[in-house]
């Protein structure tokens, strides 16, 4: 693994460390961690610096968006299982809602930087492509690691909600950019939306190209309750969508590793969808015979309209670390 710094100096965003959020940055700072291959059987994880493993054309990449007050270390189990399955995982650091900056900001609403964040993953993701392409001196171990056809977008929770907004939102950022705009610039095949949801008052719809989608979310989920992503689910109406449902998880659990048996499913089925999509193999069987395998842990749709949610609880909203 190792860390690189992106600095976007193109745009200037409301700043939602201040209350009321009245102050514009004029750039926009990304500590920005890279897990690739390497030659050891050691986690990527554990071996900072350690040298990628050459292949010739590089790696499929996906990038990550974390959650609120987290960091993508949270997901350090579920990342370096993509990574041992043959692929680049670039996740950076959000200004405002990583956890050293939530604890900094002395109780600040900095979760409404949100809405810049598809803006920061497009930033992220082109000088990805950019160090690939070109050696640059301030990430030299992007250098011919990553294939620019093969990428894919992924992110849990508030991430989930900021990749959902990039790919299908037809609202707008702080600064007036449209959504749809900012995902005209940045070529993906496949969205991952773990434990994600809608954000109010904007639409969401399929967009040219149809990336295949899958969605993740659980029925006990508190924090982001399953009928929001079954919303977003059915509002992305295209052919090649998938919705597992996870029966007991709760919110965070099922991701950072805690919920071993959840997790298991998230990762092997995650993985699957990941080497389809970016057409890194054909895995046998298909997606929906591999991951309704365990039915008591988890159930997978492709529907246009997923699961049916008759019958279930009504949650009360809380989200905390289970």
């Known amino acids: 693994m190792s860390a690189c710094t992106f600095i976007d100096t193109t745009r200037g965003v409301l700043d939602y460390s201040t ?20 030659a050891s059987r050691d986690s ?7 040298a990628p493993l050459a292949r010739r054309g590089g790696y499929p990449v996906i990038i990550f968006a974390h959650g609120y007050d987290v960091t993508p270390d949270t997901y350090a189990a579920l990342l370096d299982s993509w990574v041992r399955a043959g692929f680049v995982v670039v996740a950076p ?16 609403d900095t979760e409404g930087d949100l809405a810049n964040e598809p803006g920061d993953i497009v930033y992220v993701t082109s000088q990805v492509v950019v160090a690939s392409a070109r050696l640059r001196p301030g990430c030299p171990v992007l250098h011919g690691l990553i294939r620019p056809t093969e990428i894919a977008l992924a992110g849990h929770s508030d991430g989930g909600d900021a ?9 707008a950022d702080p600064q007036g950019v449209a959504y749809t705009s ?9 969205v991952l939306i773990l434990a994600g949801a ?10 040219k190209g149809h990336p295949s989608l899958l969605l993740i979310q659980s029925e006990a989920d508190t924090c982001n309750p399953i009928r929001q992503g079954a919303q977003l689910y059915r509002d992305v109406r295209q052919p090649n969508k998938w919705f597992f449902e996870l029966m007991t998880a709760h ?4 991701f950072d590793g805690v919920d071993h048996v959840a997790f298991r499913d998230v990762v092997a089925v995650t993985t699957h969808f990941l080497e389809s999509s970016l057409h890194v193999s054909q895995p046998t069987p298909g997606l929906m015979a591999y991951a309704n395998r365990h039915p008591s842990v988890a159930r997978m749709f492709d529907s246009q309209r997923g699961p049916t949610l008759a019958g279930l609880p009504t949650l009360v909203e809380a989200c905390g670390t289970t």
Do not use: C, W
Not at 182 to 190: D, G
Not at 251 to 254: E, G
């Open 182 to 190: 900012l995902n005209a610039t940045v070529r993906y095949q496949a």
């Open 93 to 108: 650091y959000f200004p405002d809602e990583k956890a050293s900056a939530v604890t900094a900001q002395h109780g600040a």
């Open 251 to 254: 919110h965070l659990p099922p």
């Open 19 to 38: 209350t009321p959020a009245t102050l514009r940055s004029n750039h926009r700072t990304f500590l920005t961690e890279i897990r690739y291959p390497i």
């Open 163 to 171: 990749v959902a907004m990039l790919a299908y939102g037809h609202g």
């Open 44 to 50: 990527a994880s554990s071996v900072l610096g350690a």
């Open 198 to 207: 809608e954000v109010p008052n904007q639409r969401y719809a399929a967009e």
